[in-house]
């Protein structure tokens, strides 16, 4: 019977030691860096270069230069050593085998691990042209879910305002406070150092963009005309406008399932100083007939703005629309998405 007992913990202790081996190692690192795991002879030549001038362009709509992403090379040595754990890796090679790949936690999770290899440079080079937009696209839609699930972890803002006006639910940190509401409007605002971050949540009719060539000046219109009844400075006769000197840049995405214009550019406060970049997501909410608008944008005149308006980005993509409310009972919180 003892011997029984014993070879039983033998097992156990075994089980438990092959599991904690098992487990995948968890990633580290900060938002929207990215390690490169190439050899310092292709990183200083054109190999490097272009690596530079494709991820590492300035990000759309920011009123300074600042990086896509953050770019740490490290030797090839280094890449079965402590590189490993890093969120976002591109390996880039010059060997016999030419390939292009993209894994998913290969070495940790949750990670993107980028492989480029190629028999000559031109090779490599011709391999980075091709699909820099889907290597781009891919680290930052990870880089989205990771940030994501951060804050779904931390304490969240209680959302019932804004499933009650606009049957949608999003994962806000608690930190945001609401300042002002309207019938079908919410603006919510955080303090940070020296500034501030907004959320604005609006809704608009279907038809307010059918049949308009120019989508880029009626956003700017409609988000205009929002400044004027909602967004005030200190100073009278202030609002918030679109800034006319640059048209913002747009482009066609989809959120929840549901055809989005995403527009990046700058605002300003007319007849003030005040400015700063904005994200504007219209929404096509084809299921209710409307069109849900939902815009972050920030002030922090002494700050980096790269990491604010991602962490806006990320709030906002997490919207989810929730199913109409039944006639004559209260919606709960805990009601399912569409």
């Not at 011709?126 to 804050?151: A, C, G, H, M, P």
């Not at 606009?166 to 955080?190: A, E, Q, S, T």
């Not at 214009?261 to 007319?270: A, P, Q």
């Amino acid at each position: 019977m003892n011997k029984a007992l014993f070879l039983f913990f033998i097992l156990i202790a075994f089980v438990s030691c092959k599991s904690k081996e098992q487990k995948p190692m968890l990633t580290s690192g900060k938002t929207n860096e990215v390690s490169v795991i190439i050899d310092d002879q292709l990183w200083n030549g054109e190999v490097g270069d272009s690596i530079r001038n494709k991820f590492a362009s300035p990000v759309l709509g920011l009123p300074q230069e600042e990086p896509i992403f953050s770019l740490n090379q490290f030797p090839v040595k280094l890449l079965e050593g402590f590189m490993s754990n890093s969120r976002n890796i591109i390996v880039v090679k010059k060997e016999a085998k030419s390939q292009f790949r993209i894994e998913k936690n290969e070495y940790a999770t949750p990670q993107i691990v980028v492989h480029i290899s190629g028999q000559t440079v031109q090779e490599i080079l011709d391999t980075i042209q091709k699909n820099d937009l889907k290597i781009i696209s891919k680290i930052k839609e990870s880089e989205v879910k990771f940030l994501q699930e951060k804050i779904k972890h931390d304490t969240l803002f209680d959302i019932e305002d804004l499933i009650n006006r606009f049957n949608i639910k999003l994962n806000i940190p608690v930190k945001y406070k609401r300042v002002m509401h309207g019938k079908k409007f919410v603006w919510l605002k955080k303090d940070i150092t020296s500034g501030n971050l907004s959320l604005l949540v609006y809704q608009i009719p279907i038809t307010s963009l059918k049949g308009n060539n120019d989508v880029v000046k009626r956003i700017a219109h409609i988000r205009d005309s929002i400044g004027r009844i909602y967004i005030h400075g200190a100073i009278p006769r202030t609002r918030m406008i679109t800034e006319p000197a640059f048209s913002p840049y747009l482009s066609q995405i989809k959120i929840y399932n549901r055809e989005t214009f995403e527009t990046k550019g700058n605002w300003e406060m007319l007849n003030d100083f005040m400015g700063g970049p904005f994200i504007n997501y219209t929404i096509f909410d084809n299921p209710n007939n409307r069109i849900l608008v939902i815009e972050g944008f920030c002030y922090a005149p002494s700050k980096q703005k790269r990491e604010l308006m991602f962490e806006l980005e990320a709030i906002i993509k997490s919207v989810q629309f929730l199913k109409k409310k039944p006639y004559g009972k209260k919606r709960s919180v805990a009601n399912k998405a569409i």
